[in-house]
Antibody, heavy 117, light 110 residues
Framework: QVQLVQSGAEVKKPGASVKVSCKASGYTFTSYDINWVRQATGQGLEWMGW????????GYAQKFQGRVTITRNTSISTAYMELSSLRSEDTAVYYCARVQRYELDPWGQGTLVTVSS | EIVLTQSPATLSLSPGERATLSCRASQSVSSYLAWYQQKPGQAPRLLIY???NRATGIPARFSGSGSGTDFTLTISSLEPEDFAVYYC????????????FGPGTKVDIK
């Protein structure tokens, strides 16, 4: 079945960077865009950016421009989201999701990133 | 940038009742509107795409309608497992592509 499996929880200090992985299985990785979405505790869903795994083209939400980088390794069907200059407000669950046309399905299980000194 | 608003913020209902959730876009998104369900501690799950098409495995009690700027998600008779938060979402194609979520509607038990 189509599945996205993300890396485990991370604890980072302010100013550090974090890199979350998202491994795809059950479909051709390069045939569908991947999105990254985050959710702070008790808050709504916040879109961060997208990537075309075939071309490597990316697009980022203006809020994260300059701080987020989405990459991929097609040989292992894995997408990555790296967020730099972390601050406490970046504490959240980070999700990857496959883009069908514009709708997101399925989603990864989520990765909790905690930023604390 | 298209903004999505959802109402009400919270809907308190009993099992067996009908739930009607609204999503409004700041400008037309045609029928390119999706709905998601999220339960505590879980990732969102796609319910509806293209405003009215149920995703694979979604029960028939979930239905979507609308086009342009006004959309509705209806749960005909609430089951205990339906108490959750519901989000609408769209994508604008004008370069660059931007994905937008509504703030969510929480359906809780009355």
């Amino acid at each position: 079945q189509v599945q996205l499996v993300q890396s485990g929880a991370e604890v980072k200090k302010p100013g550090a960077s974090v890199k979350v992985s998202c491994k795809a299985s059950g479909y051709t990785f390069t045939s569908y865009d991947i999105n990254w979405v985050r959710q702070a505790t008790g808050q709504g869903l916040e879109w961060m950016g997208w990537m075309n795994p075939n071309s490597g083209n990316t697009g980022y939400a203006q809020k994260f421009q300059g701080r987020v980088t989405i990459t991929r390794n097609t040989s292992i069907s894995t997408a990555y989201m790296e967020l730099s200059s972390l601050r406490s407000e970046d504490t959240a669950v980070y999700y990857c999701a496959r883009v069908q046309r514009y709708e997101l399905d399925p989603w990864g299980q989520g990765t909790l990133v905690t930023v604390s000194s | 940038e298209i903004v999505l608003t959802q109402s009400p913020a919270t809907l308190s209902l009993s099992p067996g009742e009908r739930a009607t959730l609204s999503c409004r876009a700041s400008q037309s998104v045609s029928s390119y509107l999706a709905w998601y369900q999220q339960k505590p501690g879980q990732a969102p799950r796609l319910l509806i795409y293209d405003a009215s098409n149920r995703a694979t495995g979604i029960p028939a009690r979930f239905s979507g309608s609308g086009s342009g700027t006004d959309f509705t998600l209806t749960i005909s008779s609430l089951e205990p497992e339906d108490f959750a938060v519901y989000y609408c979402q769209q994508r604008s194609n004008w370069p660059p592509a931007v994905f937008t979520f509504g703030p969510g509607t929480k359906v809780d038990i009355k």
